[in-house]
């Protein structure tokens, strides 16, 4: 998994181009006190969960989003987990399964 991988604008145009396989996806709003994560999650298609997040809830303003694949070569499990503990999380904050 690239830790540096790109952040891209949450809008519909970018998610357009997320592929419909298994991976874990980042969404963080920013603001002047900083970004703030809004939703981490695996799921078993990127492409349509983060098509459900441009409107379900409605995010925030100023939303961005990462996301890696999980191809069948890759333990998702374990990608995940690496993601999710760089994150300070309290128990179920923003975490999605």
Same mark, same amino acid.
């Given at each position: 998994?690239?830790?540096?991988?790109?952040?891209?604008?949450?809008?519909?145009?970018?998610?357009?181009?997320?592929?419909?396989?298994?991976?874990?996806? #980042?969404?963080?709003?920013?603001?002047?006190?900083?970004?703030?994560?809004?939703? @981490?999650?695996?799921?078993? !298609? /990127?492409?349509?969960?983060?098509?459900?997040?441009?409107?379900?809830?409605?995010?925030?303003?100023?939303?961005?989003?990462?996301?890696? #694949?999980?191809?069948?070569?890759?333990?998702?499990?374990?990608?995940?987990?690496? @993601?999710?503990?760089?994150? !300070? /999380?309290?128990?179920?904050?923003?975490?999605?399964?």
């Amino acid at each position: 998994m690239r830790a540096d991988r790109d952040w891209l604008r949450f809008t519909p145009e970018n998610v357009e181009g997320v592929p419909d396989t298994q991976g874990i996806y #980042e969404i963080c709003n920013l603001s002047p006190e900083g970004k703030k994560l809004w939703r @981490l999650g695996k799921v078993p !298609n /990127l492409h349509k969960r983060l098509v459900t997040r441009l409107t379900e809830p409605p995010p925030p303003e100023n939303c961005y989003f990462r996301y890696f #694949e999980a191809g069948v070569s890759h333990d998702i499990d374990e990608m995940a987990g690496k @993601l999710f503990d760089s994150y !300070n /999380l309290r128990a179920g904050e923003a975490l999605e399964e």
